[in-house]
């Protein structure tokens, strides 16, 4: 590699022909001419949207001329969060917007995985599938309301059933394959289900994991399931014999005769979907976000900040587990085609996802930043083995990209390509901080903040901070932030989860710095929930898995990140009387996690302790360990006189001296 890059290099610029061209510039001459609204730069368009917040919103009505069955009597209740209400009184569908004048014969999904070939559907036939399934849906007795759920791949059939869903009001809710059947069952049975849709199992990396007996225990655990729809996956005519009031996909289907698509008119705040973000305790928060906010904010992330074309394809690397699918989703409102894939992305060869990306005339290259990290030590050099004319932009996301990770894509992947970092959250299905077609890429900064999110960084008196490290929070209501949390009635926990720190500003739990010029760095997250490549999960939920393993009384799991974007996360556990940590109980705690969790939660090491540090309440003391670990001193780190056992914390100031990530 050349010379070292230094954080905030100049690494590309627009040209005057990408910005002319960008969706941005359309939008802020449109602004000019029909809201008379002059912006000469990022920085004055994004303050006006977060001051005149109003005026924006409704603007982004109007410029993608939104389809309502009745108009909206007021575009916010009021800026007091929680409780703002968007848009009261408009009725509209999401799906809708979907196919909205639809291109029949252009290319709408493409797809590949380890079980399939590259496979094309175009919009006509996306178009035809999901009418087909939601008239079945319907004929099951879904209703608008209803929930449906889904322990699918990232495939086109994951798309059809989640648009159909959509089209009649029914409330979607997803979860990977990998994941194991108490993850799903803690997921899905708190939204009560009326219909599961599973495959029989998935290949990745090379190896089959049959699944047909978690399918089983999730039916077992879930009673509000009448129906059960398998969709052969892993083999062409699996078993089923087990299952309860199952059948296979086609058969669900029947007759393929052509249906005409309904759209169910809905409230702008109707439930679209359920996603998952895990706290410390109790179940994983069922988060309630509606048709009307995601629309909004999808179409203005899609369109405005990713800057998609009817002439783009986009991809990104993801699962059904992860928001990033939703976003692949949404970004069919630009009607750019989205590209698909199931699979290990370093399988078979390392450089798999590029030789994917010649494949498939990728414009957009989404992924992680651990994955551009991993190309990078392993000298990856895609730009001299395969043709990536096509790529436009590649974008990151799920940790802080370096600046070496900057430099390795402008010097392996392309020397004109938009390189995007962007950090958001499962909470809005959203980026808070993102790139612009209109501004420079420096080394290891986000571009800008993005449109309608007031983003600051707070001290912790509550002062807003500048070019310096500070919590990441939001002032200003947006779109899609949660409705509600599902079955948490007096909005206690929604509340505590945001709102408690800053009374009326939503904290997010990431450390964020903020420079004069709007460009951000993210430095990971300020509590203790676990990210790993941008899957969020809970520490109750690896202390689940790990304290059912027999001879372990109690543990502490802590995630770190370092500004590199290089992740750790160390596991330590108490053991019964007599009972030592060897290679035998390391490979039986990793198993368990992998199974019950996830393969993404396995730790990076395991340590035996003699008793975890705890507060005066007994809650672990996970948030303080983990500022230890990232160098905090031990007076800011730990209050002793609020432990109920302070000696145990000399364990891990010890731990913390010969600790480091490099």
């Known amino acids: 590699m050349s010379q070292r890059v230094q954080e905030g290099m100049l690494l590309w610029e627009p040209s005057d022909q990408f910005k002319e061209q960008s969706n941005l510039v359309r939008y802020m001459k449109w602004l000019e001419i029909h809201k008379q609204k002059s912006f000469d730069t990022y920085e004055t368009l994004w303050e006006w949207s977060v001051t005149e917040v ?88 879904i209703q608008s309301g209803d929930r449906v759920v889904a322990y699918i791949p990232n495939i086109t059939e994951a798309i059809v059933a989640f648009l159909a869903c959509a089209s009649i009001g029914a409330t979607w809710s997803s979860c990977s394959p990998d994941f194991g059947s108490p993850t799903v069952i803690d997921r899905f049975k708190q939204i009560e289900p009326k219909i599961l849709i599973a495959v029989d199992g998935y290949r990745y990396g090379g190896h089959d994991f049959d699944r047909i007996e978690t399918v089983k225990q999730i039916q077992a655990a879930i009673p509000t399931l009448k129906k059960t729809i398998v969709l052969p996956y892993l083999k062409t005519d699996p078993n089923i014999a087990s299952l309860t009031s199952a059948q296979f996909w086609d058969d669900f289907i029947g007759e393929r005769q052509p249906v005409d698509l309904e759209y169910e008119q809905v409230p702008f705040d109707h439930p679209l979907w359920v996603l998952y973000s895990s706290g410390t305790t109790g179940l994983p928060k069922a988060i309630v976000q509606g048709h009307g906010g995601i629309l909004l904010e999808h179409l203005k992330k899609a369109v405005l900040q990713s800057d998609l074309k009817e002439d783009d394809r986009f991809f990104w690397f993801t699962t059904t587990g992860w928001m990033m699918w939703n976003v692949v989703v949404g970004s069919l409102l630009a009607r750019s085609a989205i590209i698909l894939y199931d ?139 949660p409705l509600y949390f599902w079955n948490d009635h007096d909005g206690s926990r929604y509340f505590e989860s945001y709102f408690d720190t800053y009374p009326g500003v939503w904290r997010h739990g990431d450390w964020i710095k903020i420079r004069p010029d709007g460009s951000c760095q993210i430095y990971g997250r300020s509590d203790s929930t676990i990210n790993r490549g941008g899957i969020r999960m809970g520490t109750s939920e690896i202390y689940r898995a790990v304290e059912s393993v027999e001879g372990v009384n109690d543990s502490l799991v802590i995630d770190v990140s370092n500004e590199k974007g290089k992740a750790y996360m160390p596991l330590f556990v108490v053991l019964d009387d007599g009972i030592k940590l060897d290679d035998t109980l390391k490979s039986e705690l990793t198993k368990r996690i992998r199974e019950n969790c996830s393969p993404r939660h396995v730790p990076n090491d395991i340590f035996q302790i003699e008793e975890v540090p705890r507060t005066l309440n007994g809650k672990k003391l996970e948030v303080p360990i983990k500022k230890l670990l990232i160098g905090v001193p031990v007076e800011k780190a730990v209050n002793k006189g609020a432990m109920s056992n302070p000696n145990t914390i000399d364990f891990f100031i010890d731990f913390s001296k010969n600790f480091s990530m490099e």
């Open 343 to 481: 699979g290990n992305p370093s399988y078979p060869k390392k450089d798999t996802m590029w030789e994917f990306a010649e494949e498939t005339g990728m414009t957009v290259f989404g992924t992680s930043a651990s994955y551009l990290l991993m190309c990078m030590n392993n000298k990856l050099k895609p730009r001299e083995q395969f043709d990536l004319s096509r790529l436009k932009s590649v974008m990151s996301t799920g940790s802080p990209l370096p600046p070496e990770g900057f430099q390795w894509v402008y010097e392996n992947v392309g020397d004109d390509i938009w390189l995007a970092s962007a950090s958001g959250g499962t909470d809005l299905c959203t980026a808070f901080v993102t790139g612009s077609p209109i501004l420079p890429v420096r080394a290891g900064l986000i571009q800008c903040r993005a449109l309608g999110a007031k983003v600051q960084a707070y001290d912790e008196r509550g002062n807003e901070v500048m070019n310096e490290v500070g919590e990441l929070v939001v002032p200003e209501p947006m779109p899609s932030m």
């Open 54 to 141: 109003e005026e924006f919103w409704e603007s982004l009505w109007d410029f993608f001329e939104i389809q309502a069955s009745e108009p909206y009597t007021r575009v916010l209740s009021t800026h007091q969060m929680p409780g703002a209400k968007w848009f009261e009184g408009a009725k509209l569908n999401y799906t809708e917007h979907i196919f909205r004048n639809m291109r029949p014969n252009e290319r709408a999904i493409l797809s590949k995985s380890e079980l399939r070939p590259l496979e094309e559907m175009t919009w006509q036939q996306l178009y035809d599938e999901v009418a087909l399934f939601a008239d079945r849906l319907k004929a099951s007795g």
